[in-house]
């Protein structure tokens, strides 16, 4: 006599348990966290480089207008925070002045009937002259980026060629 055979299930598993779930979003979690710090910090990081190269660049600028026009200049003035840089007719028409506006911490060039601001966001400038034809020019700016102070100091020492 025999048996009758008794089939076993196969038990076939469909699916996640909860556990490896749980362990699957945890992974992302962490790995979307970590993404996130980087990102963050990278934002950061571009933020204050950017603004950094910003003034870097309008120092610049206004060094570079300066020092222009004092190379051409036969004599230069200094009356409290006004510049005047005298340049004779046969170079330009009319003679420059550089006014620093403390409230503003602005620097404006004018020229005859034009003024244009050269620079915002800065110190006192300080404009020396050094020798008969030579002047020292120190320009600077601080800024608070990101709860960070940064600071730029640019020095020049110009030699005026029209100078007698």
Wanted: aromatic fraction near 4%.
């Amino acid at each position: 006599m025999e048996l009758p055979k008794i089939k076993k299930r196969k038990h076939l598993m469909k699916g996640f348990s909860i556990v490896e779930l749980l362990i699957a979003a945890g992974l992302v979690v962490l790995i979307l966290g970590i993404v996130g710090l980087v990102y963050v910090s990278s934002n950061r990081s571009f933020k204050y480089g950017q603004t950094a190269l910003d003034t870097e660049a309008d120092l610049r600028l206004a060094m570079d207008w300066i020092t222009r026009d004092i190379r051409k200049a036969e004599s230069i003035s200094i009356s409290g925070s006004t510049v005047t840089v005298v340049i004779p007719p046969q170079v330009a028409s009319e003679d420059v002045v550089y006014t620093y506006d403390p409230d503003e911490e602005k620097l404006v060039r004018t020229q005859g009937s034009s003024s244009r601001t050269i620079v915002s966001c800065i110190s006192q400038p300080q404009v020396s002259i050094i020798t008969d034809n030579t002047v020292a020019i120190t320009l600077s700016s601080t800024k608070t980026i990101l709860g960070k102070q940064y600071q730029r100091i640019l020095t020049s020492k110009v030699t005026m060629r029209n100078a007698e």
